[in-house]
């Protein structure tokens, strides 16, 4: 990982303030970022911390008030101002996991996964192949046409994840994604975002309470009080991610 | 993919059943368009099935459809006399209630002018037009009577010799074919006291006559059918029909009978913009405004179950936003379910309205250009309807689905 490369998400001194005046509230504070192509960061922190502020602005989902994001080398933010349009951004390089798995409940879980990449323009027989991969890669292939309603939690967060790297996107952006998974499931998780970085050379952030699979990151961030800091590296993991 | 038919698949049954609602509320609404149109063709039937170029009635009256309308007999052989007229007919019509079987039966009397015309322009649908000047008479379906039935009307007994199929007058009563003189006896129909008094009177009018008290044998008259009495007047018709022979321009005849004063006349499309523009005006206005209010109802009722899905869908919109979906995608989902819902509820409306419409006591008509403009309608309400929803589902923020 060098330094002169151009870096998967840079985050430099992102602000948040919520309200003004008497209300004003300082969520996030200067926090920055540089996560390399490959790299798996961890982001720890308790409750009420920022972590969500800070992933939701670097998912272009919430403009930071101050600060700047780049994306492969590409700045997309300048304190509020965007420079691309960050929906088509988010379709082409980002992908998103959250705590509860988050899928669309009239949709099958293939359909799911499918949507993410017919977004982006991709065939629906493409599509669908790739989905079927994806499902096969992460063991929830024979639940391919059930809706989530029909998932436990675990198959759900599963196709999530599948859906999170159908676009094989630059960034993966994780919100405690084993939250609702037991721990060897939360591990298997943990290691599978390792290996897609490695492997995809994707830069991941990964909010999470769970300090048994750190082991898994590469990097580790902590964040109190809005303020972000960093903490010891890791060792990685392997296997191959469908291409 | 289509997120729209994605959808409807999941809660097929939540949709289905709105459906249906759709459906009936549009039922309704074609249905009252349907109504207009059979008054319409109920009132202008008579007008186009008689196929006369001209009609002749009562001076300054808008008869006979509009209102009553009487004119002397002997009028249809002056008529007939005006050149450029190929057949002049006696026009007989009035309506009458009878019991039978305990219900009220309401037959609108139509005289045809026998020989000239039997009945042949008539839409049978069994049985013959009429073979005899007497006591036959051809009856609309409509009325309940079967073929050979013997109906006593007055004094005298008819058999049904011919059933005809959407005869109907302008009031929705069936209408029943006689020669002119057998509509006359029943419409003028008096009862054995009524005419003993009627003649009593004559003879104590009489005696009040030098005449008579010169000639008593004169106030034998007195007690004769009127028919034999050369100083009674036949009875009068309703109006008179002509048929122009081909050529001829209908305003110069209407010139010349226009100058008699004792008549007005009226080309058929004369007479059918009096009858659309009297009495049936204030229905078509009133099913034309119930219309109108049923149309806005069904379009907040759409407007209010598209919000109502857009709302449920708040979650998966927020994700579809967040992942990257374009407006376009949230919007067409919205917009296609609204189309979706338009019109396989119009479809609903359709095929139920078909087989619910010929059980209703008037006729409903469903029109090829009026459903057009209903399916037109149906388009522009599914498309406002969503509108609501697709501005909710504008303002919703990828956060959402963070919740």
Redesign the interface.
């Known amino acids: 990982m060098s330094q002169s490369e151009p870096a998967a998400i840079e985050a430099e001194q992102l602000t948040k303030i919520y309200g003004s005046g008497n209300t004003e509230v300082v969520a996030m504070k200067d926090a920055s970022m540089r996560v390399e192509k490959g790299e798996v960061v961890a982001l720890l922190g308790p409750s009420g911390s920022g972590k ?1 502020t800070f992933l ?1 602005a670097v998912g272009l ?2 403009s930071p008030t101050r600060g700047r994001i780049s994306i492969g080398g590409q700045l997309v933010h300048d304190g509020d101002v965007a420079y691309t349009n960050l ?6 390089h ?1 992908g ?1 996991i ?1 705590q509860k798995s ?1 899928l ?4 099958s879980a293939i ?1 799911n996964v ?3 990449m ?3 323009g991709e065939s ?1 027989r493409a599509s669908r192949r790739r989905s079927m991969e994806l499902l096969e890669y992460l063991g929830v292939a024979d639940r391919a046409s059930n ?1 989530p309603s029909m998932l436990s939690g675990g198959q759900q967060q599963r196709i999530a994840v599948a ?1 999170a790297l159908a676009n094989r996107p630059s960034v993966i952006l994780a ?1 405690e994604p084993t939250a609702a998974l037991d721990g060897h499931r939360g591990r298997q998780v943990m290691e599978l975002f390792a290996k897609v970085a490695h492997e995809q050379g994707a830069g991941v952030i990964v909010v999470t309470h769970d300090h048994r699979a750190l082991d898994v990151f590469d990097t580790i961030y902590e964040m109190e009080d809005g303020l972000l800091s960093r903490s010891a590296p890791s060792e990685s993991a392997h296997a191959s991610v469908p291409h | ?1 289509n ?1 729209a038919t ?2 409807i ?3 097929f049954g939540r949709f289905a059943l709105t459906a249906v609602g759709i459906g009936m509320l549009l039922m309704v609404v074609m249905g009252m368009g349907g109504i207009y149109r059979g008054v319409v063709e109920d009132a202008t039937l008579l007008i186009d099935r008689a196929d006369a170029d001209l009609w002749i009635v009562q001076r300054n009256t808008r008869g006979p459809f509009a209102e009553l309308s009487r004119v002397s007999s002997t009028l249809v052989y002056r008529a007939a006399a005006v050149p450029g007229v190929l057949e002049a007919r006696e026009f007989v019509y009035h309506t009458i209630q009878r019991q039978r079987d305990g219900k009220p039966l309401r037959i609108a009397v139509l005289g045809l002018s026998w020989p000239t015309d039997k009945g042949e322009w008539l839409p049978l649908i069994a049985g013959r037009t009429l073979g005899q000047v007497h006591y036959e008479m051809i009856a609309d379906q409509q009325l309940g009577l079967a073929l050979g039935e013997r109906v006593t009307l007055g004094k005298e007994t008819y058999e049904v010799v011919g059933i005809t199929e959407n005869m109907i007058s302008s009031s929705g009563d069936g209408l029943a074919f006689f020669s002119v003189s057998d509509a006359l006896a029943i419409q003028f129909d008096t009862p054995g006291e009524a005419v003993r008094l009627e003649r009593a009177a004559r003879r104590a009018r009489g005696e009040d006559f030098e005449l008579a008290i010169r000639q008593p044998d004169v106030l034998e008259n007195a007690n004769k059918p009127a028919s034999q009495l050369p100083a009674v007047a036949k009875p009068q018709i309703s109006a008179v029909m002509i048929t122009l022979t081909p050529g001829t321009d209908p305003d110069r005849v209407a010139e010349v009978i226009s100058g008699w004063g004792d008549v007005s006349v009226y080309t058929a499309d004369g007479q059918r913009e009096l009858l659309l523009k009297g009495s049936v005006e204030r229905v078509r206005r009133q099913i034309g405004l119930f219309r109108v209010l049923l149309t806005i109802i069904a379009a907040i009722i759409m407007a209010l179950i598209l919000y109502t899905l857009t709302l449920d ?1 708040i ?2 919109i927020a ?8 407006n376009s ?1 949230v919007l067409g989902m919205i917009l296609q379910q609204a189309l979706i819902l338009g019109f396989v509820g119009f479809g609903i409306a359709y095929l139920v309205g078909r087989q619910l419409f010929p059980l209703f006591p008037r006729r409903v008509i469903l029109a090829h250009a009026d459903l057009l403009q209903l399916a037109g309608i149906v388009l522009a309400i599914s498309v406002i309807a969503s509108l609501l929803g697709i501005w909710k589902a504008m303002k919703i923020s ?2 959402e ?2 919740a």
């Open positions: 969500s939701t989902i919430n929906r088509s951004f988010r379709r082409r980002l998103f959250f988050n669309i409940p009239f949709l359909e499918q949507i993410a017919q977004l982006s629906a809706f859906r919100d | 993919m997120l994605k959808d698949r999941h809660s869908k979650h998966s994700l579809l936003k967040l992942i990257g979906a374009p995608v990828p956060n689905a963070l």
